[in-house]
């Protein structure tokens, strides 16, 4: 075996699932072959590392700037849990990717450990908001309910709870039948007349 391929090899195929996962294409992570560490030398680590740097930072920003929108849309606290709860599922996405088992483990642990900076980063700015409104002189007990929704909706379970139907530690499985990754493209919905 010369080490030579005609299509590019695992290289190639993880560079092409990033650059579709980042345009928000459907792709199936599984497909993904495994990259022993040994495979490749330190300079072609670090470049599938930039890609695969860019394209976690595009999927985040594009559900940090989802998720804003979402979030000063919601008329009440249960609109603004809903769309916290809903966020989930695309950081979610963004930790599996991170955390990918085809990855070497010094990789995944250092994306997942960056991943994981910028949810616990996200989830900081959101109460310093709350704590920036409340200065600025908004009602307290609306701040205080707001500051509770945002608490029991925490982005960072993300960190610690399984994705929604996978079985989490205790064995059950959390219903996730009505989230979404909200950065995804739309999809098509088809309402009887």
Sequence with gaps: M???WG???????????LRRWAALEPVDPATLPALPEEQWDGDTWAR?????????GTRLTAWAEHL???????????SYGRELAQARTGLH?????AA????????????TEIVDGQITQVQGQLEQSLDDEARRG??????????????DNALTVTLTAPPPGM?????TTPSGAWSYDPAAPPRRRIVPG
């Design 68 to 78: 804003v929108r979402a979030l000063n849309e919601a008329r009440d606290e249960f």
């Design 93 to 97: 996405t963004i930790r599996a990717l």
């Design 48 to 56: 599938l590392g930039e890609h695969l740097g860019a394209a976690l």
């Design 100 to 111: 990918h088992p085809g990855l070497p483990e010094d990789l995944r642990s250092t994306l």
């Design 167 to 171: 079985p989490s530690t205790d064995g």
């Design 138 to 151: 908004a009602d307290p007990r609306l701040v205080e309910r707001r500051r509770r929704t945002l608490r």
């Design 2 to 4: 010369t080490g030579l």
């Design 7 to 17: 299509d590019g090899g695992p290289y190639q195929a993880w560079v092409a699932f």
